[in-house]
């Protein structure tokens, strides 16, 4: 068949198509992204983000691993490339550090990030579960107000928040840091979209059918089927109270959360910024381990909530 | 339960179990959802609903509420310079954080929409800067960006720099750049890994399709690609806005939070709008939550109103590439006009020459486009009043 003709009756590019077609002998490659296979432009471009991405703590460590001197001679480079036993000494003295007591701090936020995790999970499944697979009147409405609160900038509620922690007694008290955040929106939500999918209305009606009450029904039907969407959940909680800084420093005074350990890295080392920054990436290696765990989960965590959000 | 029969019977008695399962069905669903509901409106309404409380009133740390004032706090807010400075590199923070992530998180979720080898490596490389902790990040930035850091010394052996202090924390604008960059560090990745799962619920037939009518990748990245994605990119461009508005970790650990750091620069050139609220109500220096709280709420509506016109940009930007087809039809139209005239053109020359009439085959296909045909259909084109 002519190209001519191709031109005149499917258009230019498809007489472009034909004609490469032809030369080859084969279909040319298109260009749809999941089938093709990327050169090395692409794996060098990817190579770059790696780096980016790896870069701070990877600074941080080398800056741990040096002495004052040897930071102060290395200007407009990192001051080594590789670690030394420094960075050990270096953590020893700021574990041991007499300003803060980083154990202390360490047990605070696991302790609060436990809690908080183990908590969202359980009653944004049992609130899921009961927007997804249950009937109730008033369901839709309610359901979109726990959407709509998502909304809302949360910081913007934080100095009647402080007010009222104070008045509870809950200043410098890891409570200020647990109650508010037992179970968020987010996570209802999250839950309920999983749920209504992954959970077959069958299951839930053999169970009440064999006479199973309804927090049984929860229990033992909702919950194992919850599994995945519960375990990422919970990740993306600890991360978050993990690593938040803003409302505990409203609320804390002498009681640290690690985030909290930075600001006074400056007050203790002062000068010294080996110590600091070995202080630095100390304070965010704990996640790095997560990470390194359960990255995987994370990042589909991150691509589910997409598709469904 | 309820029987047909004709011979009355005796009302069958409720069992206790059969009462409470009844109450099991109608109540848990209400008291499943309660926990959120209690939670929400103790530590999410009632704030919000007090902030307003807190803002017409003197109010200290210690001595809790003090007079009522009315709107003094609020007039006292906006007749501040701090805080429309505090408001300016809010705004600014955001564009230099947001326009190059949300382009980089488009490239390089473009980079991995492909057949990569060691798929969930890449993306995990991606992902790491969501875990690394803002305070930390911030730390170390303040490092690399400082005076003797991994920038401005070799900027300076470049000519480009002439400033003895780093003028990253010194002049307004390069310090907002710098502070952006780490927010572009913290949520590039996450936004692509969003994006990239938006672009592969993209049809893959549309590629293939976009491929015979002869589109470049960029063609199909811009005319297939973004306008498919669309709804994702108003979620994320929502979400950057309502979170990167409120960005405090970052600029509070810029310059270490040591002794005189944390306040947003000597000059505040870097103090953000929740920084000035926090240092409002528990700065060293300072002790008015009224005011303080005035901000929040003034804040609050300023998101919100932000918010609102991002999302009718975001939606008339990638809208505006969908009105494409619109142009495709006329073009659609026109080449069938075109087809139209070439085959009773090549009908008829075959006739001519007594060649059998099968479209396509005749003899003279390497000049199959006679010299009028295209005339003719640019007069098709012109009467059916196609502009291009």
Redesign the interface.
């Known amino acids: 068949?002519?190209t001519?003709?191709i031109?005149?009756?499917?258009?230019?590019?498809?007489?472009?198509?034909a004609q490469k077609r032809a030369a080859t002998g084969r279909p040319?490659r298109?260009?749809?992204?999941?089938?093709?296979?990327?050169g090395w432009v692409?794996?060098a471009?990817?190579a770059v983000?790696?780096a980016?991405?790896?870069f701070?703590?990877y600074?941080?460590a080398m800056?741990g691993s040096s002495s004052t001197q040897e930071?102060?001679r290395a200007?407009?480079?990192?001051p080594r490339f590789f670690p030394t036993l420094t960075l050990l000494e270096n953590f020893g003295e700021v574990l041991s550090a007499s300003q803060f007591n980083f154990w202390m701090a360490f047990g605070n936020s696991v302790l609060v990030a436990v809690a908080v995790s183990a908590s969202t999970v359980f009653?944004?499944t049992?609130?899921g579960?009961?927007?997804a697979k249950?009937?109730?009147r008033g369901?839709q409405a309610?359901y979109l107000t726990?959407i709509a609160?998502l909304?809302?900038?949360?910081?913007?509620?934080?100095?009647?928040?402080?007010?009222?922690m104070?008045d509870f007694g809950w200043i410098d008290s890891l409570l200020a840091l647990t109650?508010?955040g037992?179970?968020?929106?987010f996570g209802?939500f999250w839950m309920t979209q999983y749920l209504q999918e992954a959970l077959p209305f069958e299951l839930v009606e053999a169970a009440r059918v064999d006479g199973a009450?309804?927090?049984r029904t929860?229990w033992s039907i909702a919950m194992p089927a919850a599994r995945p969407a519960a375990a990422t959940l919970a990740l993306f909680t600890f991360?978050g109270s993990?690593?938040s800084?803003?409302w505990p420093?409203?609320v804390m005074r002498s009681q640290l959360t690690?985030?909290l350990v930075?600001?006074q890295?400056?007050?203790a080392f002062?000068t010294d910024?080996g110590l600091?920054?070995s202080g630095?990436?100390l304070?965010?290696a704990p996640?790095?381990v997560?990470?390194v765990l359960a990255?995987?989960q994370?990042?589909s965590g991150?691509?589910?909530?997409?598709?469904k959000? | 339960m309820a029987t047909s029969s004709a011979a009355p019977r005796a009302p069958r008695r409720v069992g206790w179990g059969q009462r409470l399962s009844r109450w099991d069905i109608k109540l848990s669903p209400y008291l499943y959802i309660s926990p959120f509901f209690v939670l929400f409106a103790v530590f999410g309404a009632f704030p919000l609903l007090f902030n307003v409380v807190v803002a017409l009133h003197d109010w200290h740390r210690r001595a809790g509420m003090g007079d009522f004032v009315g709107l003094d706090n609020f007039t006292w807010v906006l007749r501040q310079p701090l805080f429309w400075r505090s408001l300016e590199n809010t705004f600014s923070i955001f564009l230099w954080g947001g326009i190059p992530q949300l382009v980089l998180a488009l490239l390089i979720a473009a980079i991995l929409d492909q057949n990569l080898r060691a798929r969930t490596f890449w993306r995990m490389s991606v992902l790491l800067p969501f875990v690394v902790m803002p305070v930390a990040t911030a730390m170390i930035f303040g490092q690399v960006f400082g005076q003797f850091g991994l920038l401005v010394p070799n900027l300076q052996d470049m000519g480009l720099m002439t400033h003895v202090d780093s003028p990253f924390f010194q002049d307004r604008l390069l310090s907002h750049v710098a502070i952006g960059s780490m927010v572009v560090f913290r949520w590039t990745g996450y936004n692509a890994l969003i994006l990239l799962a938006a672009m592969q619920a993209v049809p893959r037939e549309l590629y293939e399709a976009s491929t015979v009518d002869g589109a470049s990748r960029m063609r199909q990245f811009f005319s297939v690609t973004l306008p498919s994605i669309r709804p994702t990119m108003i979620f994320v461009v929502l979400t950057m806005t309502i979170g990167g508005l409120q960005i405090f970790d970052e600029v509070r650990m810029y310059d270490g939070g040591g002794t005189g750091g944390g306040n947003g620069g000597a000059d505040n050139q870097w103090t953000t709008v929740v920084l000035y609220l926090y240092n409002l109500g528990f700065g060293d220096w300072q002790d008015r939550l009224g005011q303080a709280a005035a901000v929040g709420w003034i804040f609050a509506v300023v998101i919100g109103v932000f918010s609102l016109v991002n999302f009718l940009l975001t939606r008339s930007i990638s809208s505006s590439s969908t009105r494409t087809p619109r142009v495709s039809k006329a073009r659609r139209d026109a080449v069938i006009a075109r087809a139209r005239v070439a085959a009773a053109e090549s009908e008829r020359r075959a006739r001519e020459a007594g060649v059998p009439t099968i479209i396509g085959r005749t003899s003279t296909s390497d000049a199959s486009r006679p010299p009028d045909t295209g005339r003719a259909a640019d007069a098709d084109r012109s009467r059916e009043g196609v502009t291009r």
């Open positions: 068949m002519s001519g003709f031109e005149n009756t499917a258009g230019a590019g498809a007489a472009r198509y040319i298109s260009h749809n992204p999941s089938t093709r296979r990327p692409t794996y471009l990817l983000v790696f980016v991405s790896v701070p703590l600074a941080s800056y930071i102060s200007v407009g480079t990192l009653f944004s049992l609130a579960f009961s927007f249950l009937t109730f369901r309610l726990v609160t909304a809302i900038p949360a910081q913007v509620g934080t100095i009647p928040m402080f007010v009222m104070n109650v508010p037992l179970v968020g929106a209802v009450s309804m927090f929860f991360v993990w690593n800084f803003f420093a409203v690690m985030p930075i600001p890295l400056r007050g002062t910024t600091v920054m630095v990436f304070v965010a996640l790095l997560v990470f990255g995987k994370l990042v991150v691509m589910a909530g997409a598709v959000g």
